[in-house]
């Protein structure tokens, strides 16, 4: 469980991005793969929090790029389940409403042993918890919501088949993407330290090459402090532009731009490659 409050969270989460790394190739890294690397990056220092609305958005984009991959081997149907309303926690409503689903998967698994699926929680305006899915399996809805009732209570269940698998993991990220601005749903899924995304065991599971970088880990620097951090780096080396990159922070090759302009008199020409002097010239 969680060792702060969600309001201290919430705190903590307005400084979030507001600090940076920096990441520096490892000498050991192979020749073959660094025409494809910049040498040194900056990142932003997230911090990672579940209350944090610009860290779950990019979780959640992680996520959609991921399953577009995978998308394309599957056979998605569109599944939405409903819960019945009680006079229950919110907290509690969420419990129940997982501990059914899990129920429901045991059954369908034991008819649909292949089965995979995506999952996404959402809290409707009247407080009552709902599931948005994916799942690549039919079944017929009369059936489903027998299933459902019986194991939930509710019978309100609903299937659609998928038109494109794209257009069908954006719809399911659509409602990823409305818990960011939902503060309610957060602080509940907070409390109850539930995850909003769940998929089938080993559906996510990437295998993502070594990371070619290396940082002090831990250690983060104030916009001031990165600056200072840069100039030296650059005083005192033969780096160019084109030895620095940051897929994250858009201003950032202003600001190299602008810490090699302090050295272009200092420095030779050369130190900058055609474009670059292109840039600064204008």
Request: glycine fraction near 4%; charged fraction near 25%.
């Given at each position: 469980m969680h060792t702060k409050t969600y309001s201290e969270h919430l705190r903590e989460s307005k400084y979030c991005g507001l600090q940076w790394r920096l990441l520096h190739l490892k000498p050991d890294f192979n020749e073959r793969f660094a025409t494809n690397h910049k040498e040194w990056r900056l990142i932003p220092a997230y911090c990672n929090s579940k209350a944090c609305s610009r860290c779950a958005k990019l979780y959640f984009?992680?996520?959609r790029r991921r399953i577009d991959d995978i998308s394309k081997f599957h056979n998605w149907r569109f599944f939405t389940l409903t819960s019945i309303n009680d006079a229950t926690t919110p907290c509690e409503k969420l419990e129940k409403l997982e501990k059914d689903f899990r129920e429901l998967r045991k059954k369908l698994k034991r008819k649909f042993p292949n089965l995979q699926y995506i999952a996404v929680k959402e809290l409707?305006?009247?407080?009552?918890?709902?599931?948005?899915g994916l799942w690549n399996i039919?079944?017929?809805?009369?059936?489903l919501s027998e299933y459902w009732q019986e194991i939930s209570g509710a019978y309100r269940v609903h299937l659609e088949k998928v038109r494109t698998a794209h257009g069908a993991v954006?719809?399911?990220?659509?409602?990823?993407?409305?818990?960011?601005?939902?503060?309610?749903?957060?602080?509940?899924?907070f409390n109850s330290d539930k995850r909003?995304?769940?998929s089938s065991r080993g559906l996510l599971t990437s295998h993502k090459a070594e990371n070619p970088y290396v940082s002090e880990y831990g250690v983060?620097?104030?916009?001031?402090?990165?600056?200072?951090?840069?100039?030296?780096?650059?005083?005192?080396?033969?780096?160019?532009?084109?030895?620095?990159?940051?897929?994250?922070?858009?201003?950032?090759?202003?600001?190299?731009?602008?810490l090699f302009y302090k050295f272009i008199d200092e420095?030779?020409?050369?130190?900058?490659?055609?474009?670059?002097?292109?840039?600064?010239?204008?």
């Amino acid at each position: 469980m969680h060792t702060k409050t969600y309001s201290e969270h919430l705190r903590e989460s307005k400084y979030c991005g507001l600090q940076w790394r920096l990441l520096h190739l490892k000498p050991d890294f192979n020749e073959r793969f660094a025409t494809n690397h910049k040498e040194w990056r900056l990142i932003p220092a997230y911090c990672n929090s579940k209350a944090c609305s610009r860290c779950a958005k990019l979780y959640f984009n992680r996520l959609r790029r991921r399953i577009d991959d995978i998308s394309k081997f599957h056979n998605w149907r569109f599944f939405t389940l409903t819960s019945i309303n009680d006079a229950t926690t919110p907290c509690e409503k969420l419990e129940k409403l997982e501990k059914d689903f899990r129920e429901l998967r045991k059954k369908l698994k034991r008819k649909f042993p292949n089965l995979q699926y995506i999952a996404v929680k959402e809290l409707s305006p009247s407080g009552m918890w709902h599931y948005h899915g994916l799942w690549n399996i039919f079944i017929e809805i009369e059936k489903l919501s027998e299933y459902w009732q019986e194991i939930s209570g509710a019978y309100r269940v609903h299937l659609e088949k998928v038109r494109t698998a794209h257009g069908a993991v954006n719809y399911i990220f659509k409602y990823c993407y409305k818990s960011v601005t939902n503060g309610t749903e957060r602080e509940i899924l907070f409390n109850s330290d539930k995850r909003k995304f769940t998929s089938s065991r080993g559906l996510l599971t990437s295998h993502k090459a070594e990371n070619p970088y290396v940082s002090e880990y831990g250690v983060d620097y104030s916009v001031e402090e990165i600056k200072e951090k840069l100039y030296n780096i650059v005083s005192t080396s033969f780096c160019t532009v084109d030895d620095f990159s940051s897929d994250t922070y858009p201003y950032f090759n202003d600001l190299i731009y602008n810490l090699f302009y302090k050295f272009i008199d200092e420095h030779p020409p050369n130190l900058f490659g055609a474009t670059q002097l292109a840039s600064l010239a204008s």
